[in-house]
């Protein structure tokens, strides 16, 4: 990264700094979804963030000595202590992080920022601050929904946010294997951009790719939309290179190996706490050819979920599979109002975007969504997008296949537009949420996994457990779901929550995360399938991996990181 | 397991206790491969196993009180300290394991075999090791050829084998998941039948999967030879229950999961060290309706390696895909010799196999091979087979595809036999390396794993080693190889070594193996794909996992097996 693109990010407006993307992507909300929600009663309370000058922090607390150290290893230019980048750095994207920034409370700001070039500044400022027990948390894309960048621990030690933009080149690219080295500070745009120089493409796509990092996408355990097709993150990763306070580490020497336990696995996931990922060896794939997305409505969810199972167990998952439940496709989520001035249109990620923007999504105009599904398809359906991607033929026979599985299983197709409509407003979601928030209404979406047999009672207890709790508080919560990640074994639910935000928002939304983290637990789900644990997970690791879980992650540790400096309270 | 089966299989003479499988399947080597191999100029040198009364091994040094204690933890029946019984649990089954016991050398065997029922049982009797200071080698099949069953550690400690034959029970089969639970100690065979019994299976065969059992694959990530259509085992491990001697750990509430790093991956490959696995559930696919196999020669092996790297890139993989070398090709042992009495038709394995023999294998008769392949392939040529299963029109559909691009890349089909043949004689190998010894001919295999642009540099550089290892003792080495594991990114390599034995075969293969393992090092590939490290590959374990992985496994063992009574010297 150049020092101009860094003041750019560091100092401009772009991305604001109380919520998603650039300034320019941001619109009111639509009208008929403003209007819907009235109908469901759920008011709207215009509510701006405060100016940036209004935003509270504490004064940094850094020692001129360690900033003056952590200058020599990065550059002076590279270490920033002013409000702006403080705050820009403070907590992550959830919900409740952007309720308390709008308000003005950057309490939780880091005292500074770092901004390291390579991995051995990293290996430094790792050092350095185990020396100084100075807390250190890694950043990436800063789009943590489970709070990952709040660290617990004792107040008195100054705190600095590691920033990875710098760690931004694309390495080798080792096009006979089909592996490719990624910087960990590389966001999603520009990392595709960088491959499809070469004809190449990681294919990892979830609703965070504008901001979100390679480094984050594997300490966190992304999934991506298309993960039917190309796999999770983490099973994208061939090897990483990571930083720890107390040396370097790489592993990856083959494709597959039994050379004891994958400890490659124990960083994925890791969060920040074991080490800071510098660079990931990735596979990465040939730009698809064909891309095709389609849109469909099934009956009901029960039958809808029970076709991806058909379609799992057949060996025939879509590259990108989203059943809506009722609600969510009432609800018109599934086919996102589309701005003409959005992000990806005019953002920083639109010269960097995947092919979608060529491929057959490109040719079919905006449509106005949320009343098309719901004169598409009948009522009390669900909708249904199923994406494909890769060489034509093999692109279409798997398009044909999977149309006469849903077929026969009763869905209907909806018209040409539902596929590609889907596809071009797949970033949508955040922005949306924002200019929810500028009407004070509350939005928020919380996920989990499930085997297939498992996933009813999964999702009528994630379901009720939230409805119940924000209901209780008079909130009158509109609770949506989708699966959106399909395995052999089972799938993911992603539940979304629209509701009024009440006297006190992030309390009703703590208690309901509560209640629906019991119900996962209760019903035999994992407590995150692609958003990390962070801190708000951390209350049901224990119930996720068991008590030895927790004591082997202690002792991992202890081994790598003796200080305690990294991301205190995150995994253990 | 009943007390019956017990009995036949610690007292009875099946299997044989100096090799693989029981006596009615062993038949003196085929003249033509005699022959072979004296025009090779490895002379043959008759040599019988001691008889069993004239094995060497120490008093057994279990203190009555323990053994009493262990008595009533599994029952006095089931805790064995005769000599037929610790021989049949002393090492594993490498070649130079075999040397030792056929020289009457059972030095290293356990002082008790103890057989606990269930999970409980096995945690009662770890705790008691750990208080009691007594080292626990859990046994599966036996079948470690890397030293896996020899641990190291202070020789005054009493030494118990594990023997977790009696946990044979198929659990819960839950078929809308696709997933089944297993006991631990179910031999390959028995799994297969269990499930077929519910119209499903396992899918993963390795040559050692007539003993070996399903704990055993999770401890050391085996890969069977359909590794490419149903995946590695590691890849089939769904959850997983282990004893440790801290307690009970139970993994795996999803298909996939972003709840830190995947602690799965830690327990498989442990290799005993870290705990007892006692059921793994794994997934579960419905029975072949069809299954192919072709036999191809392809005109040289770097041709042959090309024209892997492009099915697995063009997402084609057989199920089953394995390429000989040359000299692979030339000795024969792609196509191995059949004789009537082999295992599979008479042994235990014979009532339970899977569609194998009722499929379209069944229906050609035994082909002398080495001369076939000689008289079928081209000069120079390679031997190739490929396998498929699945539902019939994909199978088909495969097998054409995969057809187009061996036939555009220059291979030629060989006759209808050469696939079938192959899958007939898929278990043959172990019992052939007995006719070998029997003969005073010394056999073993390495393997390794590597990405597609190191394989060829690997492949060189283990040969060479191995050539030249051997050759300076002046041994005249015949080195094969064969890849038979297929990944996007790169591919196994699978080396057997057929010598003659010298004055000292034990030290001259050793001396071989670390020339391979620095050769597979210094080349980048992994020092297992699928044998595991044991005892043998532990020296290259920090080459492959930096120092930083060892500290890791070591605070992991510290923390799940504090007193150090698993396997010690395995993996840390």
């Known amino acids: 990264m150049t020092s101009t693109d860094e003041a750019r990010r560091i100092g401009s407006t772009e991305p604001v700094w109380w919520g998603w993307g650039p300034a320019s992507a941001h619109e009111p909300l639509p009208d008929e979804v403003r209007e819907l929600l009235a109908r469901l009663g759920i008011p709207a309370r215009p509510t701006a963030p405060v100016p940036l000058d209004e935003v509270r922090l504490p004064p940094a607390r850094l020692p001129a000595a360690v900033r003056d150290a952590l200058a020599t290893i990065v ?4 270490v920033h202590m002013h409000d702006e980048a403080r705050i820009r750095h403070c907590r992550g994207r959830s919900t409740t992080d952007l309720l308390r920034l709008r308000a003005g409370d950057a309490w939780a700001a880091p005292d500074a920022i770092v901004l390291p070039a390579d991995h051995d500044e990293v290996l430094a400022v790792l050092r350095l601050a185990s020396r100084e027990r100075i807390v250190v948390v890694p950043f990436g894309g800063g789009t943590s929904v489970v709070g990952g960048l709040e660290p617990a621990g004792p107040a008195e030690r100054p705190v600095v946010a590691l920033d990875l933009a710098r760690l931004d080149a694309l390495g080798r690219v080792d096009r006979e294997s089909g592996t490719a080295e990624l910087g960990a500070g590389l966001r999603g745009p520009r990392a595709e951009a960088l491959l499809a120089e070469h004809g190449l493409t990681l294919g990892h796509i979830p609703q965070s790719w504008e901001y979100a990092t390679i480094g984050g996408f594997a300490a966190t355990r992304s999934s991506g939309q298309a993960s039917a097709g190309y796999g999770r993150f983490d099973d994208l990763v061939v090897g990483l290179r990571v930083a720890t306070p107390v040396g370097s580490w790489e592993l990856g020497r083959a494709p597959a190996s039994a050379a004891g336990p994958d400890l490659r696995e124990l960083l994925l996931g890791s969060e920040g706490a074991f080490g800071v990922i510098t660079q990931v060896v990735a596979r990465v794939r040939p730009l698809p050819a064909r891309r095709i ?5 099934v009956p009901d969810f029960a039958t809808g979920t029970r076709l991806l199972r058909t379609l799992a167990a057949g060996d025939l998952r879509p590259t990108v599979c989203r059943l809506s439940d009722e609600t969510e496709t009432v609800g018109g989520l599934a086919r996102p109002p589309r701005p003409t001035g959005r992000a990806a249109a005019t953002g920083p990620a639109a010269e960097t975007r995947p092919a979608a923007e060529t491929g057959p999504a490109a040719e079919t105009g905006p449509v106005a969504v949320t009343g098309a599904v719901a004169a598409d398809g009948p009522p009390g359906g669900c909708h249904l997008v199923t994406g494909y991607e890769g060489s034509g033929p093999a692109v279409e026979r798997h398009t044909a296949e999977v149309a006469g599985v849903l077929l026969a299983g009763g869905a209907r197709r909806l018209d040409a537009a539902a596929g590609p409509d889907w596809e071009r407003g797949r970033f949508r ?24 047999a498992t996933l009813p009672a999964l999702y009528a207890g994630v379901r009720e457990a939230l409805i119940g709790s924000l209901g209780a508080a008079g909130l009158s919560p509109v609770v949506m779901c989708h699966i959106s990640h399909l395995y052999e074994t089972g799938a993911s639910l992603y539940f979304t929550v629209v509701c009024a935000q009440g006297a006190d928002p992030i309390g009703s939304w703590r208690a309901a995360k509560a209640a629906a983290g019991n119900a996962i637990v209760a019903a035999g789900g994992t407590i995150t399938h692609h958003h990390a644990v962070g801190t708000e997970h951390r209350p049901w690791l224990g119930a996720e991996i068991g008590g030895l879980g927790v004591d082997v992650l202690r002792a991992v540790k202890r081994t790598l990181d003796p200080a305690g400096i990294l991301n205190p309270g995150i995994l253990v």
Chains 1, 2 share one sequence.
């Open 429 to 452: 979601a955040p922005y949306l949420r924002d200019a929810l928030l500028d009407l004070g209404i509350f939005a928020e979406t919380l996920e989990t996994a499930g085997f297939w």
């Open 75 to 78: 550059g002076s230019g590279h």
């Open 293 to 297: 997305f389609e849109g469909w409505s």
